[in-house]
């Protein structure tokens, strides 16, 4: 089992739509952090959120991290065809960190 | 600006071969990472080390060994490599401190495939 449990698995949309994925545990982290990761690449870090019932915005997408730290939320507004990629949350512990399965959004233009 | 290099991207080993991937950072970073990416499971760690010479296990380290001589270098080994061994590799740095709050630096990745 996943220490961090991503969802939905895969999600395919219409540009301009809105949506919400999810990244929950039942594990306390220090830190969470939200990657995008295209084809062929590494995962690239989009934020970082720290502190229970934080919230970034990054342009169209909303990051919340839950008030216990176990959980955190990447919502994205008006989606692009260029939001196309693979969501990836992972949570810190001490000197390493744990990574989710991952959520494959499309948006069709 | 910012670089973790793999040194391989696409390598293709028979079953039973020692494999060696290296990965090296230019951001004198502390820590260092080695994961293994597959479908449905994500970034899997493996192992991680926080200083030279120093190492610990992630959650799949049976089949594999790291080593850390010099800081800057993070080699992952796979003694006898086996077809369950098939994935891409992912080597990552963050600074000191451990990754709390710190950006980990992703390579490219490196493509496995073990016959």
């Known amino acids: 089992t996943q220490l961090l449990e991503q969802s939905p698995q895969f999600l395919s949309i219409q540009e301009g739509e809105n949506l919400t994925v999810y990244c929950n545990s039942s594990?306390?982290?220090?830190?969470l952090q939200w990657y995008r990761q295209e084809p062929g690449e590494g995962p690239v870090l989009l934020v970082t959120v720290v502190t229970g019932g934080e919230v970034k915005k990054l342009k169209r997408l909303t990051f919340q991290f839950g008030d216990a730290r176990k959980d955190s939320s990447l919502h994205i507004t008006a989606a692009q065809p260029g939001d196309t990629g693979l969501y990836l949350c992972a949570g810190a512990r001490n000197n390493d960190m744990r990574f989710g399965a991952g959520t494959r959004l499309t948006v069709k233009p | 600006d910012v670089k973790v290099t793999q040194s391989s991207r696409y390598l293709v080993k028979r079953t039973g071969e020692k494999v060696f991937l290296e990965c090296v950072q230019d951001?004198?970073?502390?820590?260092m990472f080695w994961y293994r990416q597959d479908p449905g499971l994500g970034l899997r760690l493996i192992y991680f080390?926080?200083?030279?010479?120093?190492?610990e296990k992630g959650d799949i380290p049976e089949g594999y060994s790291v080593s850390r001589e010099k800081k800057e270098r993070f080699s992952l080994i796979l003694e006898s490599a086996s077809t369950n061994q098939t994935s891409m590799y992912l080597c990552?740095?963050?600074?000191?401190?451990?990754?709390?709050?710190?950006?980990?630096?992703f390579g490219e990745g490196s493509w496995l495939t073990v016959v």
């Open positions: 951001m004198d970073h502390e820590n």
């Open positions: 080390s926080y200083d030279v010479k120093m190492k």
């Open positions: 990552a740095s963050s600074p000191s401190g451990g990754p709390s709050g710190n950006t980990i630096y």
């Open positions: 594990s306390v982290f220090s830190s």
